[in-house]
């Protein structure tokens, strides 16, 4: 059973970072919205295992909800 | 024209129930003459079960309702000897194609598998599948079974007093009163029997209207169901085309939530709906239109003592994957035996509680798809809408997306995967044919092996030795040899790589166990457990 690679895994990271800024150059919020869901999309179909994709949803999750904790916009509760 | 839907079919008669110094009880009774009340009464009254159908109304149900008939409702309405009559009638088709815009984004082949009786799905209008199961009624009646439908006969109060239920029946002639041992509601998805008894009914509604029409013209589109997402003809939202018998065409648009109901409904505006869709110069003639909004939901439980919902009463889906009726069908090929044998005495009463937990499953996973597909033609927020687009985007030119792409997930039958009455299973034997699901047609000795199951139980011996016939608790199992050499498809589908195989049959033709070799003690306990005696 394959599982969720969260050890750095890119040869070059900074190239494919410098990639994605440069595929949203120039868009609009809502264009910059579409992309990220078409590329969300064909990535995921490229993982296609369930079990990875669940754990990098979880992932996903766990850390905005984090950052909401940290910096939401409604603050953190008393 | 008089049309199929203004002729009274079972216009009222005064009943000698009516004139009785004593309320009359009877064994069952079913609320609600639609399609599924029909098939119920149909499948008690083959079992000789006596049964009275009761309903408001005296005709088939009004205009565009449902259209799409899969293939297993075909075969349980075979066994209840209405299936050809639709097969015959209805149109049938296999190819579904979307388009986004103009562009044809994915498009699907149900591509049936061969040596099976029934298609993968036909159209036909709802009506027509009421007046055949009237029709059946009537040649039963002749055959002296024990059925009765009485028109205009409306249930205006319900009461379960434990032993039996009580029935208060508005007539044109005034109320009278009725008791049955066993109530079967079948009155639809604002079940008064629902609501008499204080029953929820939870679930979603979907914040969107639709506008279905049902017109009649020469076209020459191909039998297929057409599906847009953002045509020019109805911009921002999604329509569908699809063929019926008799040139008629089932055509629906999405409206969105803030509509103008009555503004919609004009006829001036239907017709320039449509002709935006058709073009100018295309001849029509609108047999019916109405704008519907769809939900999802359904019964906590399908049994609640002695009164029984199927159908609408106990499960609403949008029509979507073309389960309401389709899965109507499934509960009460669920039911009649399950009936059957608690009033004879065969089974305890508790079987009955595995209609409920059977159906509910069923349900659930009907209400699944059917939100799924509804959720994705009515995005529910702004990131919703911006995946469907990514989808419907993607799709054009990448295969991966297609499968995304949900106009509804068409209906399939349901396995009763866990239920409480399955028994024995074994890995050497195909999956598609495990405990819990429905028998899979093949030809057989020049006929078709489903034309031979159904009705009762039965055990079938296949390439394998066993006796000819078995009694278990009270009931009679009967035996069916099968050469796998001289049925080679009974053969793939029942055995795979397996030299012999035994399977009990349910009397709704679902699996209750199966083995690879016949061990008459095993089959005697795995009778019993399907009757909820083990
Ligand atoms: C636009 C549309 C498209 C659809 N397409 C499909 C499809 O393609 N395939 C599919 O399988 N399903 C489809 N459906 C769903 C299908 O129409 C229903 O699931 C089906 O009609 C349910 O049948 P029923 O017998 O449970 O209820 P109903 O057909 O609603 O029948 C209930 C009956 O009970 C009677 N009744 C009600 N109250 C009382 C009372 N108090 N006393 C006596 N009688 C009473 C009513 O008069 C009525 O005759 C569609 C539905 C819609 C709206």
Known sequence: MSRLNTKPNMADADEFYARLMAA????????????????????????????VLNEALEAATNSARQQAGISGKEGRKP | MTRIFETPLYPYQRSPDQDAPKCVRHPVVVVGAGPIGLAMAIDLAQQDVPVVVLDDNDKVSFGSRAICFAKRPLEILDRLGCGETMVKKGVTWNVGKVFTDTRETYSFDLLPEGGHKNPAFIN????YLEEYLVRRVRELEADGKPIEIRGRNKVAALSDNGGFVRLEVETPEGPYNLEADWLVACDGANSSARRMLGHDFVGKVFEDNFLIADVV??????????????PPFNRGQSALLHKQPDNVWRIDFQLGWDIDREEELKPENIDRRLRAMLGDDVEYELEWSSIYTFQCRRMEKFRHGRVLFAGDAAHQVSPF???????????TDNLFWKLKLVLDGTAPE????????????GADENIVNSTRSTEFITPKSEISRLFRDAVLDLA??????????????LSVPCTYDGSPLNGPDTDALPHGLRPGAPATDAPLDGGWLLDRLG????????????PDSLEESGV????????????????????GGAPKAVYLLRPDQHVAARWVDHDEAAVRAAVRRAIAKG
């Open chain 1, 24 to 51: 949203h150059d120039g868009l609009t919020k809502t264009q910059s919205d579409a992309l990220n869901a078409r590329l969300i999309l064909i990535l995921a179909n490229h993982v296609g295992d369930a079990k």
């Open chain 2, 350 to 361: 508790t079987l009955l509680d595995t209609y409920s937990a059977e159906r509910t499953y």
């Open chain 2, 124 to 127: 036909l209008q709802q009506y």
């Open chain 2, 396 to 409: 054009v030119d990448h295969e991966f997306a297609r499968p995304l792409v949900n106009s509804g997930r």
């Open chain 2, 321 to 331: 994957g073309a389960r309401g009726a389709n899965s109507g069908l499934q509960d």
């Open chain 2, 476 to 495: 009679d199992v009967e035996v069916l040899h099968l050469d796998p050499a001289k049925n080679p498809e009974i053969g793939s589908r029942y055995l």
């Open chain 2, 217 to 230: 013209m020469d076209a020459d589109f191909p039998t297929e169901r057409w599906f847009w997402f953002d």
């Open chain 2, 455 to 466: 009705n009762r139980f039965q055990l079938l011996l296949i390439g394998c030795e066993g």
